[in-house]
């Protein structure tokens, strides 16, 4: 038939493909003789190519013709390598100097990719990608993947929080170069306080892989890397500005002391003006939103030591709601951060195999927020301190790490609901714990250098505050089926300490009751993972195919029922602590070619169905959509000084919160589910020598949800609600931008 000779042409020419082509494989490392992530590695003659894994290694493939590589990597001297005809492996080492332009030999669509040959399911986004949109914070990077969603929640403030596998947020670990950042009280927030232009790389954890950071990924942990003042541009400055009155400023100086010390200020500044009330509700559709960021990072190479030490501080205050003038209903929140981080390390050891470490981490914050009558005030200190020792032997097909971690919180929430009395939260948290993990690699692919089989065993005991030890075990296998397809397999167990208030700010934007009945001291839950990654050539291009499937079961949760009234007719906010089941699963795609040298094509869908025990049954959970779906195209032209990427999103329905006993011409766009819809974004950035100069568009449907708030005439009725947002409530927003660097 038809169909088996398409299958038959398409095996063949698979096949021809990998009998034409010669697996080559490296590894790229610092003067130092560190390895380098993010390393792009092309072939001069067609721009094939790939980036180096976290342990600096890479495959490519190799066609007739293509003889010579290019290594280039930000803050170093590119390099031109020529083959020899039967070379299979390469070492590079890198120099710091002048790098040229990162555009210039950029491999068409490799800015985001999987990993192939690390333990865990690790998706890494390169700092060329973050220039495909605005990117204004880490929580604006996701946007041109598959696994990591920005979700609208709020109608009254304008902000969003990310998902992940089917799960909101705060089961998402954030880190900072492996160090666990914005914990507790900014579980929400921190996302949108790293500027874009600060992010080198980042690199997304799926499921439940190593506790050596932290027990707190339950669904996964999203790691950034930021600039560094030796590798960064000696000066930078961007400006941004959009059509629904943001504004935004970038400045970056680093200074280099010696060979030895470097030092950087990064500052940040944004002014969203909050004018607009695109759907006439008597709301202003975003809040006025004024954010001050700055850090200050110093970093040491010493021959036997060295570190970093970094300072961040920011100020950020919004205002919003009612347009009108005559008692109006007001949103103000006003949040304070500081913190003091860094790690240091022994790198005198005469077995090069052995390396020692330390984390620390001080932070103070302060949050002080105003619903109309509705008001939280509350405090974090949150302090860590982290031992790390590794070593490998027997040709690193062993590795062993461990070490102690002592971690604390104390926090403060103090919540008013209403005329009601106000409540107390208080928590206290001292935390030590015990890390080990071992890493087993054995047998080869055709490639030597390519370890077939990868075990990654990971344990974590910590006695935590119910004066118990909480036990986190987990594992991960990778298989490479050949050098250019891989699978996985994982299971870990992880934990949290919730925050009542916080973890729920959203509805204090809402005139329900909350009713509290009981408070779990943690939350835990159990990952299943499964992955298979692969890189082919197919038809002399270069693809990339992905699939996931996750399971996140909890054994202990705090559960947010909306579904409740109080009194039989006041909609309630419901918390108690799980009796029942709860889980989320995750199945998602995606798919990458690269057409021609200019063009490349992305896309991918994801289905999620998370359901828990609520009072009334067990139920999917409100606000999580049941499908997503994903298509890009990235275009570089003129030699690659034009990049142009558009992208569309089409995200599906979500459950909303029951309306039983709502005044029917209330309900509006609010009955039982929300609808599906689609948005498009594009942007087209021109490069020249010291300068880029862009522009793009969001929401190009123009896609809204009109009625955004219920019952926004009456903010004092006891159906007002401004948490169910599921969509944009902005029009189209074209904006413009530009950087510039010197090095």
Known sequence: TSKHLLLLLLTLAVSKTYINAQIISGKVFDERKKPLQGVVIVFLESKKGTTSEADGSFLISRSTGENHLIISYTGYQSDTIELQANQNEISLQLSEGVALSEVSITSQGRAHTFSLLQPHNVESIQSVDFRKAACCSLAESFQSGNTVDLAYNNAVVGNREIQMLGLRGIYTQQLIENRPVFTGLMSSFGYDFIPGTWLDQINIQKGASSTLHGAQSMSGAINAALKKPDKDDRFFANGYLDYHGRA???????????????????????????????????????????????????????????????????????????TKDANPYLFNQVIRHVNLSGNLGYVGFHNQAQNTGSIYDFSHSTINSNFGLNKLEGFENHFLVQLIYNHSFSDDKHELTFGPAINFNQAEEVSTVGKFPARKFSYREMTPGIIGEYTLRWGTTDCAEVSRFVLSTSQRLDYIKTKKLFWSPRASLKYNISDFWTTRVSVGRGFRFNRIVTDNLSLLATNREWVIDSIPEYESSWNYGFNIVGKPTLLHRETEFNLDAYVTQFDNQLVVDLDQTYGRTIPAVTLFELTGISRAISLSGSFKMVITQWLSLKTGIRWQDNRQQLISAVRQQVFIPQWRGLLSADINLLHQKLEWNITSHAVGKSRLP????????????HDKYSRPFLTIQSQATYHFAKWDIYAGCENMTNYTQHQAIIDAGRPDSPYFSANELYAPINGIKPYVGFRFRLN
């Open 658 to 669: 029951d309306k039983l006993d709502f005044p029917h011409e209330l309900i509006h766009e």
């Open 248 to 322: 935004e400023a970038n400045l970056h100086l680093n200074r280099s002391w010696s060979t030895e010390d470097h030092s950087g200020i990064y500052l940040h500044a944004s002014r969203h003006a909050g004018f607009r009330d695109h759907n006439h509700d008597g709301f202003y559709d975003d809040a006025q939103n004024t954010l001050l960021n700055g850090m200050m990072r110093n970093i040491f190479y010493g021959h036997q030591w060295e570190g970093q030490l970094n300072l961040q501080a920011l100020y950020n205050t919004r205002t919003g709601g009612q």
